[in-house]
């Protein structure tokens, strides 16, 4: 397990090879040139060839790079120049944000979405397979910026139950000491059950908001390959049997039918952790979507090499764990080295 | 499984987290709450320091109310019953008296002055700011240079109290430049203890810390998500401020910052669009202030190098054919002061931003289009997409007018970032853009965008022998107080500028602020930022 689990890393190499290559080269062919944006409103050339040169700007391309790649190899992911601070700091610090709510928004549309999907797969062409059909489609063709606009309307603005979107916590609540980085986990681990119902209550919105919008794929996904595994002979055999409805279903279809739903589940995740921009900004949620977009909009390069390579190092992490647990799943799969 | 008793913990939960939500607060965070401001804007700091590379427009509020200045300017009441800074109004803040003599000017420290962290400020930690800020390059620099300070041999620290600025030459604008936020005084002693051989003026320690002497310290500073002040009880600079606490949050959707002023969550939403602040206006249940932005104007801006603009017909008969009236009222809500319509393009004063002589007449425009021999033109019209929400629908209207005298536009949105660089190519044929000064003199906003010294913001390239003879002209006589040949040079300089028009100013922009109706005390200052210190909350 160990072995097949080193060659696996092994590949990885070349991948994040390439990553690092690309992104470099990508962010300096963008248009737009940092040194004249930070220069500031009453620029001359002289104080932007000042702050091309304190940016290093000024040096031939392969030196910028080997300089770069210096600094990776140090941990080092370089300076943000919107926020002025460590790219490596601002990741770890905007990561377990967005992680925590696309986890939750993952959970809640799961456990929304398998039943439904199941349901569907199993009372084909019934009123609960419409319902499932209508559900997806409503979710996956809503904007999630209007999703979230519409949700903050009407539980915010209208019936006063959520809190203000104004981002992880209210204005006047303290952030929990940070161990994890997850509010949740942390107000728990030091025992602060106000701030952990501060941070619960900021959270519902945002993480409905994407789980509506991830329903569709993860339904779809279900009923579909529920269908295919409710047609082959081994569930014949198992009704022919005499097993009753529920052991066929979720012991032996649902367990055959997970692989397919998995994998959506890995994709739809690393989708939304990096791709959530939106509902981030509509809840002022500093995540990593939305300081990935600033920087590309204001060309600082360094955020957006480093968020790249961040999503790449998941993206091969993810897959890896998905991979392994196929192996658990199904024991038929198993990692070929 | 206890499936009952799981659903009974979840359903109590629900409940729990649905009750949480409104202020339900105990007496002492009502009490906090009293004396916490909590200001929403769409953009945080990405620098606390002005000085500091590439600091955006929000840092230089951090710097503001966290670092105090020799003098600052005064307070007036306008006609509106709004606060405004006065122009021409220095007080006191760190300095207690100010001697100005032929060349130089004099300061005396006050005594009882303090750093946060308890040690007084001398004559040295003056010189050692000023220094620092002629020095660090960048906007801090110019800015410096703005008043003709320029060299740190202009600054003596003539004892612990006494600090001495020698002039390189007369100019008005010194005394006003010393008010502005960059001189502002930093804690020499701490900031050396930060210093090091590539960074000798510890800019990265005050990107991140505030190091003054200022009514303001920031206590906790998240980028992008938020920033906390605390006040400075020990405030030597002026009448101790009312609020303890502020609290900034970045708010980038504007209908959110709107939800939390309608249902009260927010203190004061500050630089609002035109569309949110008339709608909110109207009703009426927030406390809504708005001010003309001081020297400064959007207009349409034609590059006079190239073809087809380098015609001056050509561009007199675009300026005959923006549609104005329909701009301020359907772009910017009525919410503008308009800068057409005027007399004639010969102005009769020295009021600076004045209407144009220019109105919409398409039949004049047609003529003018007809005389100039010009043809058929197919051109570009450019803005900044960062700026789109106000300048897109601005663009659009512009183009459809255009279309009618025969000058086809593509429009050419420029993104935020590459708008700058943009500018200073100086190859956009024709662009709608907006520029203010922070000193509200016209000779200053004519020095950066119609002199001969082609600046990044004289995007039209208008280079331009008499107009320069006019600015320095302008320039010379206020330095020396004759108020006449002043006058005169304003006068021909605005004038000149109309009739040529290589910009065709539109109209003066307002800057809008929402508040709760127990709020008071906002003032508008030049810097366009928010001065928490003079803020009260009832």
Redesign the interface.
């Known amino acids: 397990m160990l072995a097949t689990l080193g060659k696996r890393l092994v590949t990885v190499i070349p991948t994040l090879i390439g990553v690092v290559i690309v992104t470099f080269l990508l962010t300096r062919v963008l ?4 040194a ?9 050339p ?3 060839a ?2 091309r040169k ?2 290093g700007l000024d040096r031939p391309l392969p030196e910028q790079f080997a300089r770069y790649v210096n600094d990776l190899a140090h941990g080092n992911l370089g300076n ?6 460590p790219v490596a700091t ?1 990741i770890t ?1 905007r990561l377990p944000a967005s992680a925590e709510l696309t986890l939750l928004g993952l959970i809640l549309s799961l456990v929304i979405a398998l039943p439904l999907g199941i349901l569907a797969a199993v009372k084909q062409g019934s009123w609960i397979d419409h319902t499932c059909r209508v559900v997806a489609t409503a979710g996956v063709s809503l904007p999630v910026f209007f999703t979230g ?1 519409l949700l ?2 009407v539980f ?2 209208q019936l ?8 992880r916590l209210d ?2 609540a303290t952030a929990p000491p940070q161990i994890t980085g997850f509010y949740l986990f942390d107000s728990l681990l030091t025992g602060n059950f106000e701030t952990f ?2 941070a ?2 900021q959270l ?1 919105l945002p993480a409905l908001t994407l789980g509506i919008f991830s329903l569709a794929p993860i339904t779809r996904m279900t009923r579909a390959s529920m269908l295919a595994v409710l047609a082959s002979d081994f569930v014949r055999t198992a009704r022919a049997s005499g097993l009753d409805n529920r052991t066929v279903i979720l012991t032996y279809a649902f367990r055959n039918a997970m692989l397919p739903v998995v994998t959506t589940l890995g994709m739809v995740f690393s989708f939304l952790l990096g791709a959530n921009v939106l509902v981030e ?4 949620w ?1 995540g990593i979507g ?2 990935a977009v ?1 920087a590309l ?3 600082d390069f360094a955020p957006v090499q480093g968020f790249v390579l961040t999503m790449a190092v998941l993206y091969v992490a993810l897959n890896l764990l998905i991979d392994m647990l196929y192996g658990v799943i199904d024991p038929r799969v198993r990692l070929e080295g | 499984m206890k499936r009952r008793e799981f659903l009974q913990s979840m359903t109590a939960l629900a409940a ?3 009750v ?3 202020a339900v607060w105990s007496p002492a ?1 009502a009490q ?2 009293k004396e ?1 401001l ?1 200001l ?1 804007t769409e953009n945080g700091p ?2 606390l320091d002005i000085h ?5 427009r929000p840092g230089y509020e951090a710097s503001w109310n966290c670092y105090d200045r020799l003098i600052t300017n005064g307070k007036k009441t306008l006609a509106d019953g709004s606060l405004s800074y006065d122009r021409d109004k220095f007080v006191p803040e760190l300095a207690e008296d100010m001697n100005i003599g032929d060349m130089s000017v004099t300061f005396k420290l006050k005594k009882s002055a303090k750093f946060q962290d308890g040690t007084p400020v001398t004559a040295k930690d003056v010189k050692w700011s000023y220094d620092r800020a002629v020095s660090v ?3 801090p ?3 410096m240079k ?1 008043g003709s300070l320029v060299k740190k041999e202009q600054f003596v620290a003539v004892d612990d109290n006494t600090f001495r600025i020698d002039f390189v030459k007369k100019d008005r604008l010194t005394i006003p430049d010393l008010a502005v936020i960059v001189p502002g005084i930093y804690n020499s002693e701490l900031l050396k203890k930060h210093a090091t051989d590539k960074d000798p003026w510890g800019l990265e320690y005050t ?2 810390n505030t190091a003054g002497s200022g009514a303001y310290k920031v206590t906790s500073w ?5 920033v906390v002040y605390e006040r400075n009880d020990a405030w030597a600079g002026g009448k101790l401020p009312e609020l303890k606490k502020v ?1 900034w ?5 504007s ?2 910052r709107r ?2 002023m ?2 009260g ?2 203190d004061i939403s500050f630089d609002l669009p035109a569309k949110d602040f008339s709608e909110m206006k109207k009703e009426g249940k927030l406390k809504m202030i708005s001010n003309p932005i001081g020297n400064g104007m959007y207009s349409l801006e034609l590059n006079v190098v190239h073809p087809p603009f380098d015609n001056e017909k050509v561009r007199q008969a675009v300026a005959y054919a923006i549609p104005y009236q329909k701009i301020v009222d359907a772009a910017m809500f009525g919410i503008a002061n308009p800068l057409f319509g005027g007399k004639s393009n010969d102005v009769a004063s020295i009021l600076w931003p004045q209407p144009t002589g220019y109105m919409t007449d398409m039949a004049k425009a047609k003529a003018l289009m007809a005389e100039s021999g010009a043809g058929a033109i197919d051109t570009t019209i450019s803005f900044d997409l ?1 700026d789109g929400v106000n300048s897109e629908p601005i663009a659009v209207l512009i183009q459809e007018s255009l279309g009618q005298i025969g000058i086809k536009t593509t429009i050419n949105k420029v ?4 708008w ?2 943009e500018m ?1 190519k100086k190859s956009m044929p024709m662009m709608v853009n907006f520029f203010s000064g922070w000193l509200d003199y016209p000779e200053y906003f004519f020095f ?1 965008c119609y002199s001969g010294q082609n ?2 913001f004289n995007t039209p390239s208008y280079v331009n022998k008499d107009m320069d003879t006019f600015i320095d002209g302008a320039r010379a006589a206020a330095a020396v107080g004759e108020k006449d040949k002043y006058a005169t040079d304003v006068k021909g300089f605005i004038s000149k500028a109309y009739h040529d028009v290589p910009r065709i100013p539109m109209f003066q922009p307002f800057l809008n602020v929402a508040a709760q109706k127990n709020i008071s005390g906002y003032s508008y200052w030049f810097h366009r930022q928010v001065d928490y210190r003079s803020i009260v909350k009832a």
């Not at chain 2, 949050?249 to 959707?253: A, D, G, K, N, V």
Request: cysteine-free; charged content about 15%; aromatic content about 10%.
């Open positions: 248009p737009g040139d940092p004249v944006y930070f220069a500031g409103p009453a620029a001359t002289q104080s932007i000042d702050i304190s940016l943000s120049l919107s926020t002025g601070r601002e610090s606009l903050v309307y915010y603005f006063g139950w959520s809190p203000a979107p104004i981002g204005a006047f119902r501060a619960f209550s519902i900004k509509v809840f002022a500093p939305s300081y600033e909009l204001q060309s | 729990s987290t649905a949480a939500a409104p965070k906090s709450r916490t909590l929403v990405n620098n500091g590379v590439g600091t955006n390059g960048g906007f620099t110019v800015q703005a990107k991140s998240k980028p992008g998500v938020e609290i949050r970045t708010i980038p959707s209908g959110n939800a939390l309608e249902r969550d927010a960062g993104p935020g970032a590459n700058r660089s200073a950066w600046a990044i």
